[in-house]
């Protein structure tokens, strides 16, 4: 597991490592199951040609939990995420490698605690951002470790 | 779907009308679903010793994610929507953008309340169309009435 952050390690622009994901047809329908959204664009090709999509696209919330994943892979044991916003820019097919970022953007420490802002989004392979957005989560300080 | 479409007027109608409240009980296999979906292997979810569950365990904040929608039964159709007793005016459905600000920790054993209620409707000609924009606002608490989580949640209806 990796180190604990602290507060005090982390500067504005820094880059947080990276997630890759590559979202398969099958990940989708286990993603329908855990969160009981079957709408049919997400498995269905015809149903998704239908509705003026390409192919089945991951859902948006799979990728507000990737968005999620990538600020608690870096900031636990010790960081609590605090918010999470997001807009769903493009769409994503299924089957291709997506790339997780995330960007720290600010620092402040509001009362006792030392928040970290971060702007995080998704890839797709051609660079092209389809969900955009940004997190705050809480960071243990060195000080008080 | 009723033979004449809802208008801006019909869905104006719902704002801030209160909805029946959708009741999760938080149990272990929905959070190893959730991980297994999510593929987050992160073993602070999954250790009962971990610090933040304190002897129970702890879901990534993004569980917060399924614990609002609707059930996806015959009731509420293909499409999940936010408040099952508010119809969608359109068929098809993008989501645009949410929002989640965590205050507690949702822990496995709880029972969570959701209350969400239709914020917000616009009309806008678009690409795909005339669409409706939806958004939605949703509180939940725990079985000690404490807020755990707030989200506000925009989709395009078209």
Same mark, same amino acid.
């Given at each position: 597991m990796a180190q604990q952050v602290y507060f005090e390690d982390v500067a504005q622009g820094q880059e947080i490592p990276a997630l890759r994901k590559h979202p398969t047809r099958r990940q989708l329908v286990m993603w329908a199951g855990a969160?009981?959204?079957? @709408?049919?664009?997400? @498995?269905d090709t015809e149903f998704a040609r239908a509705n003026q999509l390409g192919d089945v696209i991951v859902h948006g919330r799979l990728k507000a939990a990737f968005l999620g994943q990538i600020v608690t892979d870096w900031s636990s044991p010790g960081g609590v995420l605090r918010k999470l916003s997001c807009r769903y820019k493009g769409t994503d097919p299924a089957n291709e490698d997506m790339l997780i970022r995330g960007v720290v953007t600010g620092k402040r420490v509001e009362g006792v605690e030392q928040l970290v802002d971060l702007e995080v989004w998704s890839e797709r392979?051609?660079? +092209?951002? +389809?969900t955009v957005g940004a997190a705050t989560v809480c960071l243990p300080a060195k000080a008080s470790a | 779907m009723s033979e004449t479409k809802p208008t801006i007027e019909d869905m104006q109608a719902y704002v801030n009308v209160e909805a029946p409240p959708h009741v999760l009980h938080i149990e272990k296999e929905l959070v190893r679903r959730f991980l297994e979906a999510v593929q987050d292997r992160n073993p602070l979810w999954t250790d009962e010793a971990a610090p933040a569950g304190a002897g129970s365990l702890v879901p990534p904040q993004l569980f917060c994610a399924i614990m609002t929608i609707a059930r996806c039964s015959s009731e509420t159709g293909k499409i999940p929507v936010p408040v099952a007793t508010i119809p969608l005016p359109r068929r098809n459905v993008l989501e645009g953008e949410e929002t989640w600000e965590f205050f507690a920790p949702v822990r496995v054993g709880d029972t969570i309340t959701s209350h969400t209620r239709l914020s917000d409707v616009k009309l806008r000609e678009g690409r795909l169309g005339e669409m409706f924009i939806l958004t939605y606002v949703a509180e939940s608490v725990n079985q000690r009435g404490e807020l755990v989580a707030r989200s506000s949640n925009t989709i395009v209806n078209y």
């Open positions: 969160s009981e959204d079957f @709408y049919e664009i997400h @498995y392979p051609d660079g +092209t951002k +389809t | -």
